[in-house]
């Protein structure tokens, strides 16, 4: 019997440390989506936003990169592209701790392929991939890639962020999404 107690008080413990509370998942979301929009080098990084099309009505998740929200919000807030433009631009989105936006501005809306985005699709690459054995990739390795070519890349990068790992493409390579470690 305590033999079983011992294994229960193992396990429990090992749980704590093994998963975020919802809190702590939050702040590491935030972080990547900070990470995501201060990125300016070839290397993109992902990250998950929810968008409000204010003529539609329409609301969903989207995962782009962090330079097209950029761009998207020099458009919506009409910012041109100068040192003071673009600071403008990224202490509006650090403001937005919720990841929440809503743009009125159809080339914004286009800038983050809002229309395109499938949320059906989503849902399928979600079934389609063991994100558990991604996840212990990631845990064990600090790497994970997925080939150029995949359809359901910004898919899985939707995912993992959701998860709180970030995520990027490098474009200059063929479009590889690869796991980011943690940015500073």
Same mark, same amino acid.
């Given at each position: 019997m305590k033999q079983r107690y011992a294994i229960?008080?193992?396990?429990t413990i090992l749980a704590v440390f093994a998963f975020r509370t919802p809190e702590e998942l939050e702040v590491k979301k935030y972080k990547n989506? +900070?990470?995501a929009i201060q990125n300016g080098s070839t290397f993109r990084y992902f990250t998950v936003i929810?968008?409000?099309?204010?003529? =539609?009505?329409?609301?969903?998740? /989207?995962? =782009?990169?962090?330079?097209?929200?950029?761009?998207?919000l020099h458009i919506e807030l009409?910012?041109?592209?100068?040192?003071?433009?673009?600071?403008?631009?990224?202490? !509006?989105?650090?403001?937005?701790?919720? $990841? !929440?936006?809503?743009?009125?501005n159809p080339k914004a809306l286009a800038n983050i392929s809002f229309s395109d985005y499938d949320s059906v699709l989503l849902i399928?690459?979600?079934?389609?991939?063991?994100? $558990?054995?991604?996840?212990?990739? /990631?845990?064990?390795?600090?790497?994970?890639?997925l080939g150029p070519g995949e359809?359901?890349?910004?898919? +899985?990068?939707?995912l993992l962020f959701n998860m709180?790992?970030? =995520?990027?493409?490098?474009?200059c390579f063929g479009g590889t999404l690869e796991y980011v470690l943690d940015p500073k």
């Open positions: 229960l008080l193992g396990l989506y +900070v990470a929810s968008v409000k099309d204010k003529k =539609t009505g329409v609301l969903k998740d /989207i995962c =782009t990169k962090g330079n097209f929200l950029a761009g998207a009409n910012c041109d592209y100068s040192e003071k433009g673009d600071r403008q631009v990224l202490e !509006y989105a650090k403001a937005r701790k919720d $990841r !929440y936006f809503e743009f009125s399928k690459v979600k079934q389609l991939y063991n994100f $558990r054995d991604i996840e212990a990739e /990631i845990k064990s390795s600090k790497k994970f890639e359809k359901e890349m910004k898919y +899985v990068a939707h709180g790992y970030l =995520t990027g493409e490098n474009s």
